[in-house]
Nanobody, 120 residues
Framework: QVQLVQSGGGLVEPGGSLRLSCAASGSIFSIYAMGWYRQAPGKQRELVAGFGSGAKINYADSVKGRFTISRDNAKNTVYLQINSLIPEETAVYYC??????????????WGQGTQVTVSS
């Protein structure tokens, strides 16, 4: 079993910045993949940024140069630094983590979501 706890988020003015974090806990052997998604009202959930296998990083085209994903392996934590926010990026942001257990099995889990509202 894996628990994901998100923090960060809130209300920010256009052009502002926020830092989101997501900590995984449980009987984790290693982290296979970690990423951030967002879901705006009336829209599908979309990938914002993520670490794949081999530490490859992927960003959505719309956030390149403004968002930065990072991780602390010792803490099983992934971060998302988001800069130069625009109102259209108002959404619930979710982390997703795929963990590897000691028996080699994998499990993907979602964080509880955190609201990011961009408004003046």
């Amino acid at each position: 079993q894996v628990q994901l706890v998100q923090s960060g988020g809130g209300l920010v003015e256009p052009g502002g910045s926020l830092r989101l974090s997501c900590a995984a806990s449980g009987s984790i052997f290693s982290i296979y993949a970690m990423g951030w998604y967002r879901q705006a009202p009336g829209k599908q959930r979309e990938l914002v940024a993520g670490f794949g296998s081999g530490a490859k990083i992927n960003y959505a085209d719309s956030v390149k140069g403004r968002f930065t994903i990072s991780r602390d392996n010792a803490k099983n934590t992934v971060y998302l630094q988001i800069n130069s926010l625009i109102p259209e990026e108002t959404a619930v942001y979710y982390c997703n983590v795929v963990v590897v257990f000691t028996d080699g099995s994998r499990l993907g889990s979602w964080g509880q979501g955190t609201q990011v509202t961009v408004s003046s």
